[in-house]
């Protein structure tokens, strides 16, 4: 039974990592004001061990974030990291490598601990380094998510949190983010 188990997990593992790999972020931090504010946030950041390198940009305001290949990466362990660091995120772009992964408008796909849901695109198929603008009450503005509200009938989105209308891989151990392609 333990070996069913593992070989279970090592299953799910290599699924995951043959539909979509996470490459690298963009987080705008605020409240970043001194070389020291944006030290701080970079050692709290590099803490996560699926962290392989970053620069956080004082000019910017962004931390650009390259992840170690073959490894999960949740988003919102990055999101705590900054906030635990005694600022906020403002927006994340990331990259993801997309092996033929098909989505559409309203799609659901499983991303380790995340459930990316697809607001406002066509059906299509993912293929190579995509990029992903999460677009989550918290990462945009009021005018902007009062838009992206209009781009779906799924109550989540409006919510910003699990709601009946997600399918049921969206589960309390995962969490939710809501997601376009980047332009």
């Not at 949740?74 to 990291?81: R, S």
């Not at 709601?163 to 983010?177: E, G, I, M, W, Y």
Request: with cysteine; charged share 25%; proline share 1%.
């Amino acid at each position: 039974m333990k070996t069913f188990f593992i070989a279970l997990l090592l299953l799910l593992g290599i699924t995951l990592q043959a539909n979509a790999q996470l490459i690298s972020a963009d987080v705008g931090v605020n409240g970043l004001t001194c070389s020291m504010c944006a030290r701080g946030t970079e050692e709290t950041l590099k803490r996560l061990d699926f962290i392989d390198s970053i620069d956080v940009d004082l000019n910017t305001l962004v931390a650009h974030i390259i992840f170690k290949k073959n490894m999960n990466a949740p988003i919102e362990d990055i999101v705590k990291a900054v906030e635990d660091a005694g600022f906020s995120v403002r927006n994340i772009t990331a990259v993801y490598d997309f092996k033929n992964k098909k989505i559409g408008k309203d799609e659901h796909i499983d991303y380790g601990n995340d459930v990316l849901h697809f607001v406002g695109v066509d059906d299509q198929t993912l293929n190579g380094q995509v990029t992903l603008r999460f677009i989550d009450k918290q990462f945009v503005s009021k005018k902007e998510f009062k838009d992206w509200s209009k781009k779906t009938s799924m109550t989540c989105y409006k919510n910003n949190k699990k709601d009946a209308c997600c399918p049921a891989n969206v589960t309390q151990a995962k969490r939710l983010f809501h997601v376009t392609l980047a332009s």
